[in-house]
């Protein structure tokens, strides 16, 4: 028999769509106020940017190479700070308005809501009511009841609104009558009451009085302009804003949506029983709504609501549209605050990471969140829902975002545009993939990792580093990689440069790495599935879950096939001899890196191919481990062997050279797993994953190493 999941084990993507909807919002607040401010000191900002540059090029007069062009920016910096300064307190009065604007508004909510439905105490004739309502709410946790109110006799739907210690519940007085009925009664209220517990009321009224805080905002700058006559920014000003409240409007849609199957599963958990909720929904005389109308309510469909109740396994996971809006806004939003901080602190040495660890946690949350989720959810049911809508969603939502950027608004194409598109996608996807392969391992463990609430803070801990480093990653690498194209450096000078350029990146694939390993330790004996995670009084085994590879066979398929690619270049130095000349070396250094590359990315390959669903963790472990390898053991080789200088510095920057170029190209390789993941089988023989590692490992060092010779003897 089939398990019955708990899918509220794990987090809901509703919060992290809140989140993302409230900080999108506030966006187009900073947004606001950065072109209220051109509109009003714009000709004073150009005069000091006039001046500034006066002054720049007298105290640096010759600019020779990038040190010098370092030198220049920072002086304009300095220069310009005070103006900088009174730009970024327009952005921050932008987005604090609208946050201003939104708390009022909520609190001004509940006494609109009660004069436009006419609601108002229920009467005294209705007291047995009001007093089962208390019951129920005892019953649920909560320690004051919501007061009850009534609408005119038109009165259908029952509805909470108002404010934390100030709930009000509408019931329909039909139903307040025949409180008697509890098949009837009790799950209606404790539907309600659900919400009250999740504490989601507050945050979806203020989800729909944002908006009315937002519209003044967002025309400000259209207002500012009419009075100065001067539109130039108002074509690409609006078309993006229409673009922005469509995705905000999809994500609300989404969040309220989601929010009621949260309620309906929580008030089933509540009583252990599904069929009484399910009763009275199924007892609905209402009119199947048209195609048109449940595209575009903020409610599910009865028939959707009662399907859940049935099959909790078929509440809406993240899907295409959630991975495109979240990345869509997120990827607005990361710039927008970066050129905030930048203009009000000067603070390019860390704004773009103050800003990733502030936007990754809302996407790891709406995006990576939901994964982990859902492959708990598979893990009790045995199904493998496929991620690659979330994938495509994703990365489509993050090429949007970069291409119609906020913070260049007006200021042209950006430069080298199709670097910034293939490394979007490749850490966009690899994010994603990342996420889902980890998130299966850490499912296949479920009976010994932290229970609910400890696998609860590992998900949101893990998912927030792998999507804040992802977002940190799209915005920096190209940055670097276009500057040092731009500077004329050579093939040779960016790949030594690359322990500093790349390494970075690698700090991405630790966390995933660590839990990897803990869980292919955690999976090794078969065990039930945990009761945490099923909604039922039995559990039993699970169908899809895998217990090899085990850790020990991941970790000698990487360092068995790093040190062949380690002995390989040994006998390329045996052969060919000591290096002459400078050249020499830096041909020999990128022979290194090419090797170690190549042999890790042949090892992660196998992984890829041949474990389903989690074969992208997998790799991460045992690729990262052969680039390693490869790396420490050609560098140790040629300190102790052939007597060069013990230095730790090189040491490092060879095995971060190594890392970082496997595992950027990993990420191109990551969507492979997407081909593997729906396949039949679910373990893989340690000895098999290896043997077939070590022969790619090996053959991959033979055939670079073996060019090499060949082309130095011709």
Known sequence: MRLRPNVLAHPSPTAGRFLLLLGVLLSAGLLSGQLVHMGLRGGQWTAVVRQCLVLTEAAVPTAGGWEDDLTLNDFLLDCMAAENRTAAAFEFAGAATIAALGLFALLLAPGRLRRRHRLRPAGLRLDAAIARVGELAA????????????????????????????????????????????????????????????HDVPLAWLAASIWLAAAPVIALPMVVALLRWDFSLAPSFLWRVAL?????????????????????????????DWRPLWKVLNSTTAKPPSRWRQLISHHPTVAHRMAVLVDPAKVPGVSLVDGLAAAFLAALLLPLIVNTLNTAFAAHTWSLLAAAALVGPILGLAVGAGLWRQAMIDHATGRAAWPGGVVLGVVVGLLLGTWVDLADLGTGDIAAAWVVTVLTIAIGAGAVLLSAGTGRLWADAAARVPGRRGSWWVSLIINSLIFGFALWAMEWLPIHLVAGVISGFSLETLVIALGTLIAPITYLAIVPAIVTMFALVARRRPADVPRWLVDSQHTGPPEMAAHRPGIGAVVLSGVAAGVLGALALLVHRLVIGSPVDDPD????????????????????LVALVMVPRSGAAVGLVSGGLAALTTALGTVTVNTFAFGNILDLG????????????????????????LVSWAASWRDVPGWLLALLSVLAGGLTSLLVVGIATASRQV
């Not at 007061?147 to 509408?170: C, E, H, I, N, S």
């Not at 209220?189 to 517990?197: D, I, Q, T, Y």
């Not at 090189?650 to 797993?673: D, E, M």
């Open 139 to 198: 019953e649920a946790g909560m320690s004051r009841p919501p007061q009850v109110l009534v609408g005119p006799a038109g009165q259908k739907d029952a509805f909470v609104f108002g404010l934390p210690g100030r709930y009000r519940m509408v019931l329909p007085t039909a139903l307040l009558v025949r409180w008697r009925n509890r098949e009837v009664f009790d799950p209606v209220v404790r539907h309600e009451l659900a919400h009250l517990r999740r």
């Open 585 to 604: 070396r830096i041909a020999r250094y990128l022979l290194w890196v090419t090797t170690g590359t190549l042999v890790a990315l042949a090892v992660s």
């Open 244 to 272: 922005i409240l469509a995705v905000v409007w999809l994500v609300r849609r989404q969040v309220l949506r989601s929010r009621e199957h949260d309620a309906d599963l929580h008030a089933a958990a509540q009583i252990g």
């Open 650 to 673: 090189f040491w490092w920057t060879t095995s971060a050279t190594v890392i970082g170029q496997w595992f950027l190209v990993y990420l191109f390789l990551l969507p492979i797993t």
